[in-house]
């Protein structure tokens, strides 16, 4: 009982995304410029003792080719830090970023990703002093239909630039999201 008490609390709190690429839409010689367009982004929330983050990520992408779709996207964080530790002040930021992505599908459920991205927060609460992190993830994903213009996504990706000391926690990237 207490493994599916973990694992929801990890979805709940986890990041996620809402992509609105086009399902299983198929490009032809008729398809225009708006049919290859799709917008949607993602929202991520986690917390815990140590404080929480709130995330707003809108994205608008384009459908290259049926196999592949390029796009650009903007981030937004609150995030808000709980030290818990005697002379270790407690501090909120406002980060913000952008970024860069590719897909390609490999095979009808399987897919590549990369994403360049870019990341600006404040170091230690100090909006005087701030930082900029960068993050490629690369790695494979899987859709699962769930209907002619939606499906369900999982991506696993590594961040071939990760740096120990910047805000992310881990240099593993885990998505879920729906596609709509």
Do not use: C, H
Request: charged fraction near 15%; glycine fraction near 14%; aromatic fraction near 18%.
């Amino acid at each position: 009982m207490k493994q599916i008490g973990f694992i929801l609390t990890l979805v709940l709190l986890g990041s996620f995304n809402l992509f609105a690429q086009k399902g299983d839409y198929e490009l032809d010689d008729k398809s225009n410029f708006m049919d290859r367009v799709y917008v949607g982004g993602g929202l991520g929330l986690s917390g815990g003792s140590w404080g929480g983050s709130v995330s707003l990520s809108p994205i608008v992408g384009y459908m290259v080719s049926n196999r592949l779709s390029v796009g650009v996207g903007a981030t937004y964080q609150y995030y808000k830090y709980n030290s818990n530790t005697p002379g270790i002040s407690d501090y909120s930021d406002n980060r913000y970023g952008g970024s860069v992505f590719a897909r390609m599908n490999l095979v009808r459920q399987v897919f590549a990703y990369g994403e360049y991205s870019f990341l600006n927060y404040s170091i230690n609460g100090d909006s005087n002093n701030r930082d900029t992190a960068y993050r490629l993830p690369i790695g494979l994903g899987f859709s699962q239909s769930m209907g002619a213009r939606s499906s369900f996504n999982i991506v696993a990706a590594y961040d071939m630039l990760y740096e120990i000391n910047g805000p992310y926690g881990s240099p593993w990237v885990f998505t879920f999201f729906f596609s709509i």
